[in-house]
């Protein structure tokens, strides 16, 4: 261990030696503290000291018979060495050779025997007193066992690899002497300083045998494992180069083949794709760029699969012009009225679209290629349509566009966007991500094959929201015309054209699509069909689809069109066809089965009286209007998902504490309606025959049946405020009679919206009597006929008007209103309390 003190003149040589009162021998030698070197008895070591004691140590060993006490310190940082600071069992070492430097000296020791350190003097040198210890060579099977062991494991290491001299396993290979194949295997250069240090201390040559066994198997494996990964890491290289000078040679290869007009590699076939695609040049030199870098990177590196399967995506992209388009309105007219039974207004905006499409390509073929106009775009440019078909589930929103990509005679794709919450879905994930793709836009391009194709993103209002980004705000660069034309995807990051692109979404409801995405759309709004139209649908394409569904000749069953009906009114209850075709499939599956059974049965109708018997008793009531006049019964309208439908809002006057209670599951905004109408009743009440002091000492209690279903929405205003005046002034209400609209505090009435869902619900239950605002006057002109046929719709601007058509001149029946007394105690003039839920009024 080199020590790094400067180097003194060397001391006087040691004293004789003695003997102890035991007789042995004590022997008075120089000693060198070794700082973290260990050397056993029978180890040639070379060895340098720099401390100023231990090269005078070395130079008195030298200057006498050159033996010197080879101590291990406890602790290597310490350069003032006392007997307490080394390990008591050391090794007397024999001096070979002694070089004195400038830093130090340099000697070469071999170690001959174990000593005990009795005392140590510090002085210019160490000088320590020592005994020897006496070498006991243990004998038996056991011990020449475990010496064969030993000398087995250490060749065994130093054949795997280790750094052992060929001299040192020769002599562990040749020794004889149990304790000298000890000392020599526990010089292995990989064993830890601490074992070694343990291996000095130990004196008995068996445990010391026992000791070394596990060292030197662990360090074997370990040189193995060594020698195998430098095996393979060697290997790797080899085949590295290998590969590098084969590739060489086989782009040499490919390019004789070029010349020779032979059949060229896969990525010169790949060049000629990307040169064939028709991209842009931008976007071809970034191919191309991608492409040299995929030819220079090794075929073993993941790399490269990660760069085709982007250049694969690029070359099978539609990027080249669309081709020929086929426009033609009266083809178009025709196929739109074949697939689907009226829509006049989304058919007509699509027909629209076609003419002005037509023009622009009449004009290109006719005229040669016009200059651009100032701002950079060119003459007779169409900028295609963004839309939106909002409606309830079943009302043909899909299928509506499928029948135009076939009307348009273009390719269709279908998007469907419900429940996606990453925006890497519609943008795609950057290349840096193993297993990364384009997006969603992106990959149906692909699958369409065409520039001008009709995209379908369907259930766009389902389209979610989370940590992972926005998919609406990345769809508002799909669907902006102005933004489309340079689409960028994060996996192709080139810019896509989209202008060409139809694209047409769907949507249940509006109100969850956000404002900046909905403003770039052309909402067509798909009401719920009436039983008419419901009708013509399953005459003409439910009934014809499901006998080819289940192999059926138009002559073998015949549904009659009460059967029809009485499915339409007591076995559905949607505003689409999904579940009329449901209950038309379950009919027709029963028929085949009857005609197997029965083979005298070529024919087989179904009326009304059969629909029993296939489809079991009816589910649904059919919806009507109130039997009779009442009292605190007013029939409001609604609508939902599935579209428009009958409320009944019953109000009950309780004499007692003035309160108003509102149940039913009523929204917050139908509540403030509520108070609303309350309070213009209270000031108001008294010109339509309500007693002035009425709500002074009566609670009123409103219920919306159906409770389990949430309701909200401001348009039940005048229907609350007419059942409030009918239970306080005891007047009826006109059973055949609906109305809907926001009223204010003023008495006004505003307008509101899903009108045909509203007069259509009103039509199928037999309502004679429709009140509707008067600003609503202007959507009667898109409302067919037929839904206000045998029904008087009635515009009315104030609930004055409203309450001279509702209420029928005052009739006492106790029946109508009963009250239900809490003491005649009024609590005077103030504001009525509101109670929202089941709690009754408490008493007075």
């Excluded at 008895?41 to 130079?59: C, I, N, T």
């Excluded at 649904?620 to 009292?631: G, H, K, L, Q, S």
């Amino acid at each position: 261990m080199s020590v790094d003190k400067p180097t003194p003149e060397a001391a006087a040589a040691p004293p004789p030696a003695e003997q102890t009162e035991a007789g042995e021998t004590i022997e008075t030698l120089p000693l060198v503290p070794l700082r973290d070197n260990v050397v056993l008895p029978h180890q040639l070591a070379p060895l340098g000291a720099g401390r100023d004691r231990s090269v005078a140590s070395l130079e008195a060993a030298v200057a006498a018979e050159g033996k010197v006490v080879l101590a291990v310190q406890r602790q290597s940082d310490l350069d003032e060495v006392g007997l307490g600071d080394v390990y008591q069992i050391a090794t007397v070492a024999q001096i070979g050779a002694f070089r004195r430097g400038a830093a130090g000296a340099q000697v070469l020791v071999e170690g001959q025997r174990r000593v005990r350190i009795l005392e140590l003097e510090v002085g210019e040198q160490w000088i320590a007193k020592v005994v020897a210890i006496p070498e006991v060579e243990p004998q038996g099977a056991e011990i020449e066992a475990l010496t064969g062991s030993v000398r087995q494991l250490f060749a065994d290491y130093a054949g795997a690899g280790a750094q052992v001299a060929p001299e040192l396993a020769v002599a562990v290979a040749r020794a004889k002497e149990p304790s000298k194949v000890a000392d020599l295997a526990g010089t292995a250069p990989d064993l830890d300083p601490r074992d070694r240090i343990a291996l000095l201390q130990e004196v008995d040559v068996e445990r010391r045998l026992r000791g070394l066994i596990p060292l030197l198997a662990r360090q074997s494996e370990v040189a193995q494992l060594r020698s195998k990964i430098q095996q393979d890491v060697a290997q790797t290289i080899n085949q590295g180069q290998r590969e590098a000078i084969l590739r060489e040679q086989l782009k040499v290869i490919r390019k004789e083949l070029a010349d020779l007009g032979g059949e060229s590699g896969s990525e010169e076939d790949l060049k000629e794709r990307i040169e064939a695609a028709g991209m842009p040049d931008a976007v071809r030199q970034r191919a191309l760029k991608e492409l040299d870098r995929m030819e220079a990177t090794p075929s073993a590196s993941p790399e490269v699969g990660m760069l085709r399967n982007y250049l694969d995506w690029l070359v099978e992209l539609p990027w080249g012009d669309a081709g020929e388009e086929r426009v033609e309105i009266q083809e178009a007219a025709r196929i739109l009225d074949e697939d689907h039974y009226g829509l006049p207004k989304v058919k007509e905006r699509i027909l629209e679209w076609m003419a002005v499409r037509q023009r622009v390509l009449e004009h290109r073929a006719g005229q040669p290629q016009a200059e651009p106009e100032e701002g950079g775009k060119p003459q007779f440019t169409l900028q295609t349509p963004i839309l939106c078909f909002v409606g309830p589930p079943g009302v043909g929103k899909t299928s509506l566009g499928r029948s135009i990509a076939r009307a348009l005679g273009r390719k269709l794709v279908r998007v469907s966007l419900g429940g996606i919450r990453d925006e890497a879905e519609i943008r795609g994930h950057r290349r840096t991500y193993i297993g990364a793709l384009p997006g969603r836009v992106i990959q149906a391009m692909k699958q369409a094959g065409s520039k001008n194709a009709v995209m379908m993103l369907d259930e766009i209002d389902k389209v979610g929201l989370d940590f992972r980004g926005d998919p609406s705000a990345a769809l508002l660069e799909v669907l902006d015309p102005e933004q489309n034309r340079e689409f960028s995807d994060h996996y192709l990051e080139v810019p896509y054209d989209l202008s060409q692109v139809l694209f047409i979404t769907t949507a249940n409801v509006i109100d969850t699509i956000s404002p900046p995405l909905r403003d770039r759309m052309e909402i067509i709004r798909m009401t719920g069909y009436t039983e008419e139209e419901k009708l013509g649908i399953a005459k003409e394409h439910l009934v014809p689809r499901q006998l080819a569904q289940h192999a059926l000749a138009t002559e073998e069953v015949e549904i009659s069109d009460e059967a029809l009906r009485l499915l339409i009114r007591n076995y559905t209850r949607e505003a689409g066809v999904r579940g009329l075709e449901r209950q038309i499939a379950q009919v027709m599956r029963k028929v085949p089965r009857r005609l197997v059974e029965n083979p005298e049965l070529t024919r087989i109708e179904v009326g009304p009286a059969q629909l029993i018997d296939y489809l079991g008793p009816a589910r649904f009531d059919t919806v009507e209007a109130e039997p009779e006049d009442r009292v605190g019964v007013a029939t409001g309208v609604v609508v939902s998902e599935v579209g428009g439908d009958l409320v009944t809002v019953e109000a009950l006057a309780i004499e007692g504490r003035p309160e108003l209670q509102l149940t039913g599951q009523i929204g917050d905004v139908m509540q403030e309606s509520a108070r609303a109408a309350l309070s213009w009743v209270r000031v108001h009440g008294p010109d339509h025959g309500v007693p002035s002091n009425f709500f002074d000492d009566h609670a009123v209690h409103i219920h919306v049946p159906a409770g389990a279903i949430p309701k909200d929405g401001p348009s039940a205003g005048v229907t609350l405020t007419t059942v409030l005046v009918s239970v306080a002034s005891d007047r009826p209400v006109r059973h055949d009679l609906a109305m809907t609209g926001e009223v204010t505090l003023r008495g006004r009435v505003l307008p509101i919206g899903g009108v045909k869902d509203k007069l259509l619900a009103a039509h199928r239950a037999g309502i004679k009597t429709f009140l509707l605002p008067e600003r609503n006057r202007r959507d009667l002109h898109e409302i067919e006929p037929s839904l206000t046929e045998g029904m008087e719709v009635v515009f009315v601007r104030s609930l004055d008007e409203v309450l001279e058509r509702a209420l029928t001149p005052a009739v006492v029946r106790a029946r109508d209103r009963r009250p239900v007394g809490f003491g005649n105690q009024a609590p005077g003039l103030g504001p009525i309390p509101v109670v929202v839920g089941p709690q009754a009024p408490p008493p007075a």
